[in-house]
């Protein structure tokens, strides 16, 4: 296990609702990021927080937004919920720096009615 | 355009076979790292192995080897004497000096058969 937490494991919404997805990093780890996995694709990278600001982000609407808090665990906040936004959401910690190893969390599956 | 591909989206093989894993990948830093993840069916991407781009000597590690070659950038993964606990999705990911995330393949589905 990595040490990375993840909750809730499940969750279902219905479109136009907002989701907060919550993960605590790994001991000894500052840096945050948040991925979505499509069903049958490979995670596509949502944005990375360090000292509590975000620190990159990729394709993904302002309707993606995120928070990091001293304690260096983080959250995702999904507003206005699509259908297409039904996944799975994985949360990695690493030390600072950019080309560190990611450990994953065990995500959570978001289901969008 | 895809930063990592990998062609294979699944794969067949009966249990103490080896398996290669091809992953190949794009970029145009000079520093930069190389993974592979696996990821059952519980969901958790596990950390399996990584290198950097100027270390392009191969390496064993229990049943796990790879294969890294600049010259054709392709980062393979080899597992030899396949179990059936190897049955996962695998990924290749790359990280860029210049950026912050990790650029995931669209895996592969190995399944070991008993």
């Known amino acids: 296990e990595t040490g990375v937490t993840q909750s809730p494991t499940h969750l279902i919404k219905t479109r136009g609702q907002q989701v907060t997805l919550r993960c605590s990093s790994q001991?000894?780890?500052?840096?945050v990021s948040w991925y979505q996995q499509a069903l049958g694709q490979g995670p596509q990278f949502i944005f990375q927080y360090y000292r509590e600001e975000e620190n990159g982000r990729g394709n993904f609407p302002p309707r993606f937004s995120g928070l990091q808090f001293p304690n260096y665990s983080s959250e995702l906040n999904v507003n206005a919920l699509e259908l297409d936004d039904s996944a799975l959401y994985l949360c990695?910690?690493?030390?600072?720096?950019?080309?560190?190893?990611?450990?994953f969390g065990p995500g959570t599956r978001l289901l969008v009615l | 355009a895809q930063k990592v591909t990998q062609a294979q989206t699944e794969i067949s093989v009966v249990e103490k076979e080896d398996v290669t894993l091809d992953c190949v990948y794009e970029t145009r830093d000079t520093t930069y790292y190389l993974f592979w993840y696996k990821q059952p069916p519980s969901g958790e991407l596990v950390f399996l192995i990584r290198r950097n781009s100027f270390d392009e000597q191969n390496e064993i590690s229990g049943r796990y080897s790879w294969n890294f070659q600049k010259s054709t950038s392709s980062f393979n993964f080899t597992i030899t004497a396949s179990q059936v606990v190897d049955s996962a999705v695998y990924f290749c990911?790359?990280?860029?000096?210049?950026?912050?995330?990790?650029?995931f393949g669209t895996g592969t589905s190995l399944t070991v058969i008993p």
């Open positions: 990695a910690s690493t030390k600072a720096g950019r080309i560190e190893t990611q450990y």
């Open positions: 990911a790359l990280s860029e000096r210049t950026g912050n995330q990790f650029y």
């Open positions: 001991s000894g780890h500052n840096t």
